[in-house]
């Protein structure tokens, strides 16, 4: 079956820097990535989207890249600001339907 | 524009009650999805809707039923709720079923089954 994985620990990160998040996927690759941001006691915001023939695609601080050999996505925030700390959930899709499967979610914290 | 509106907000629920927990959305949407929040496990997929009238199992649909009578609405019943199905139950729609497409999510309805 599918499965997506992130890195279930929580990163802390200092105001101002980079991290990097991680989502491996299972099987064969998925049609599109998704990215959402989920607040405490919050539903699910989109972020956003790539194909498999995507490389990398970005908005604003956030870019996000997409390595089918590794089976694999990043999910890079540059000059990180305390209002991003929130669980980030990668999801894919299911044989090109919007099914999606989620992963667990990686938990941030950007500490001033 | 509220998007997804879902009720109620938290419940807590006996053990073979029968439960509905629902969900309408503005946005005309075609398809519209129910997922459930565990910790440590992510968002499974319970139920899902291509359009009105039609609907589909996910990856976790024991337990639960779901009809779509018209394009807002989609409804999630639990016939006789366990205490198993205590979670956080996440509405979603986006305007169609195949992808690739944005997920727009409601508010969230946290069960407790005692």
């Known amino acids: 079956s599918q499965k997506i994985e992130q890195n279930s620990e929580a990163l802390n990160i200092q105001e101002g820097k980079t991290d990097t998040l991680t989502c491996n996927y299972t099987n064969y690759s998925p049609a599109y990535l998704e990215w959402y941001r989920q607040d405490p006691g919050r539903g699910p915001v989109f972020l956003l989207l790539i194909r498999e023939n995507e490389k990398e695609k970005r908005k604003e601080r956030l870019k996000v890249t997409f390595d089918t050999t590794l089976k694999q996505s990043l999910f890079h925030i540059t000059a990180s600001q305390p209002a991003d700390s929130a669980t980030y959930l990668c999801a894919r899709d299911t044989g090109g339907y919007n099914k999606l499967i989620f992963g667990a979610g990686t938990r941030l914290a950007v500490h001033p | 524009i509220a998007g997804i509106t879902q009720a109620p907000t938290s419940q807590i629920l006996a053990a073979g009650r029968r439960m509905t927990l629902r969900c309408t959305q503005d946005m005309r949407h075609n398809a519209m999805y129910w997922y459930r929040q565990d910790l440590g496990l992510g968002l499974r997929l319970i139920h899902y809707?291509?359009?009105?009238?039609?609907?589909g199992k996910g990856e976790v649909p024991d337990g639960y039923s779901v009809s779509r009578a018209n394009t807002d609405d989609f409804p999630l019943t639990l016939a006789s709720a366990v205490p198993s199905q205590t979670s956080v139950y996440f509405c979603?729609?986006?305007?169609?079923?195949?992808?690739?497409?944005?997920?727009?999510f409601g508010p969230g309805t946290r069960l407790l089954v005692l």
């Open positions: 809707s291509n359009t009105a009238g039609t609907t």
């Open positions: 979603a729609s986006s305007e169609s079923l195949t992808g690739p497409e944005t997920q727009y």
